[in-house]
């Protein structure tokens, strides 16, 4: 139990440091649990990408400087 509850504060600090919501999902809401850890990680992926994908926009845009943006 105790590497359960790590791996939730672990995975809470990245979702929040990401500026991952809950939004409508379901699945997310009251906290991080066992059966909604998958979920969590889901949304984590999601926005990594997302941003991922703004950076890689921005290296590619003419004349902007994209390490001034992060």
Known sequence: MKV???L???VMNIFNRLG???GSNKELEGGIT???LLHY????ETRTNDILQMFTAC???PGVDSS???
Do not use: R
Request: charged share 10%; hydrophobic share 50%.
């Open 41 to 44: 990680l889901a949304a984590i």
């Open 34 to 36: 066992e059966s909604n």
């Open 20 to 22: 991952c919501t809950v």
């Open 68 to 70: 001034q943006m992060f």
């Open 8 to 10: 939730k504060i672990g």
């Open 4 to 6: 359960i509850n790590a």
């Open 59 to 61: 290296q590619q845009a």
